[in-house]
């Protein structure tokens, strides 16, 4: 008798369980068909991308996309839009970015080239300087200022193109382009040329956050990146001619912090709205391109989540929130402020969610999370395998929720297919044609689907 | 005693087995890295695509690939190149294709159109009917042939765009392309325009094989694709005037089969020469792009399988084949001559394995096994999962090795992601500027280690 309660009991709990995983793969499925029939993140980015631009941190494109972006949530009739104020950065390229390999008189070729965020202008006749071309600080340490000074540093270290995640490819040479400036200008260099951080061969320049540090205004030096082709051709120039001249005009300028915001919507939450997941991404972008996979994507994906809960009538019982971060790409103000915010007003963060790696074919997740933590996250992977989504690693989430790291807070990436990124990103063709529809769907619909679960189950 | 022996048995066991998967790890990782810094399948699909071009079977562009493909061949020193005769079908497209809507006297909107392959030309002066707009051949049966008489059929189905696997979708609309023509002139049409086989909107039509069957000569009906958005314009026209005109001109024409050829070539085996293992994609293409994906992308990648072992001093086993098969696209003709080939001369194929589903990153492979075979298979997953490519399923391998199916030999084809695929599939569009070189290359990668794999074990 006792075995015949205890089996009812067990067939009754596995009943229960198969009850909600059915549940559960209906409102998957439920939110993957709407996203790809009848999803608005495609059309939201044309917009973003098409009729605003490129939106760096304190131009008045970022302050037109913060207000299409409290318009379109407001559209959405979520329980709240509001905008968080913040100061940012606010550089700005200027009028013209020049460059030539002057290999004799009247013998140049010019050079794609573009001023890396940050840096400072060259003086306005331009600069007029030999090269040295270095791999890494090691080797232009160990040349030391006597072979240094007066001259342009080109640092020519190509992305290992072994590596199968581009990012971590990334992370091995951004160095160069962030810190090769404030090394070089300490023994003496006149500028830095700083290949791009691209894998492929083209013509694009790539530009992107340097600083520097803590050295003096007047030691400071102009930087530019040089395409990958410009950096082949002025590597092969230099084995032929290690004293050619390289010509170097840019009138990029820094100016004091300007106001700005993030954008902030929410749906409250039903049974515990003060437990709060948050997902978004970054709404500035740098401003050679229109910045449609860095991060537009992540935007239109985000707001998508939210979008896709009102359309399908989902009553989230926590409260989901849609943060369209400013400033992550020379900054992270927005960040910043979010996490202050967060912190300030005693709100209790369980989980976030960011997509800043372009709008992809999703391959997965990353996440910052305990032992028990991802053992939870886990036991949902097969919801994700007929998507081609699950694969969920342990490993750094995201720089715009980093902030919110505290321990206790789940953080988490969008992990989408890496192989193109660095073809676009921070260059002139990171542009609206170069995202597939469905790709940038998928993401969104992925970024939901987890998000639902996190919302059923908590942590 | 008894049991030291069957410890140290076992002990011994267990680390030759691991020291045999630090070996395959090992040469995987070499294989990847070989692929991604110094592959050459880039190159080469450069010049199949820009030197040679788009290569329909029976043409000289097919029959120039034929002689490069045996040539870069012959360079790898390879233990045997040859050529494989087989009679391919030739239809021609012709010199011009053009469709416009007509909806009053000096009224009229051009649309893109393109001949559907193996279809006849209109009368020269062309076609000028009404039109009649179905989803499937339920609904034009329906109407019967007293609504469908003297008209066009417009087949305007789209690819279901819920669907996850783009060729599940494929799978799901092609019918209309394929069989169209037969069905509609059964009913007294007198032309058929179909929707082209593509889930975006754009402006390229897609060709295609289609077929009449059994249909007498002079019931056959000109067939055309059009382009997603003429499609959708075509469609929005006719539910503003159902009375409308379309005019079709296209002068494709059917010449006698005529002679091509497979391109073949093997490394000995050094211990099982007469297990065969094969690797390939077809030769031939559509002509309206250069191939490059469809399966220009397929070919390079086999030919790079062998190229990485030679490179890397791997000496297989077992023999490894690649075959570049001519005529995939409108008969089949080479895979069906290769299977023929292997029977009369008894040869023992134990695993085939296809690349024909575009040049993009990988997620896996899908396998036509027993399950004690496909158990084998599923015990390699984890050297797939560091390139993100262990996605591993059963289920339909590829058209070429199709008639290699026997029972008892594993047939296996590619999978790469499958978004991006039917955006240039059969158009225009589909040419080199259309492929990244790192997902070519981590392709052949991955089938370069399924062989090496297969061919270490057998089956």
Redesign the interface.
Known sequence: MKNLVLLLFFVGLNTFAQAQEAIHKEKIQAI??QA??QGKAYRWLDHLSNNIGGRLSGSLNAERAVQWGKDELSNLSLDRVFLQPVMVPKWVRGTFEYASIITGPGRSMNVPVCSLGGSIATPSAGLLAQVVEVKDFEELEALGAEKVKGKFVFYNRAMP??L?N?FEAYSKSVDQRSRGAAVAARLGAVGVIVRSMN??LDNYPHTGAMNYGDLPNKLRIPAAAISTNGAQLLSSMLSLNKNLDFYLKQDCKNFPDVPSHNVVGEIKGSEFPNQIIVVGGHLDSWDLGDGAHDDGAGIVQSMEVLRLFKTLNYKPKRTIRVVLYMNEENGLRGGNAYAKFAKSNKENHIFALESDAGGF?P?GFIFEASKAQFNQILSWKTYFE???AS?FQLGGSGADIGPLRNGKTVLSGLRP?S??YF?YHHAANDIFDAI????LE?GAAAMASLVYLVDQYGF
Chains 1, 2 share one sequence.
């Open positions: 993957y068909q790809l029939t193109a072994g199968i581009t894998l492929r074919s391959r007929p998507y081609l694969n297919d192989q193109r073809d597939n529809k469905r790709e998928l």
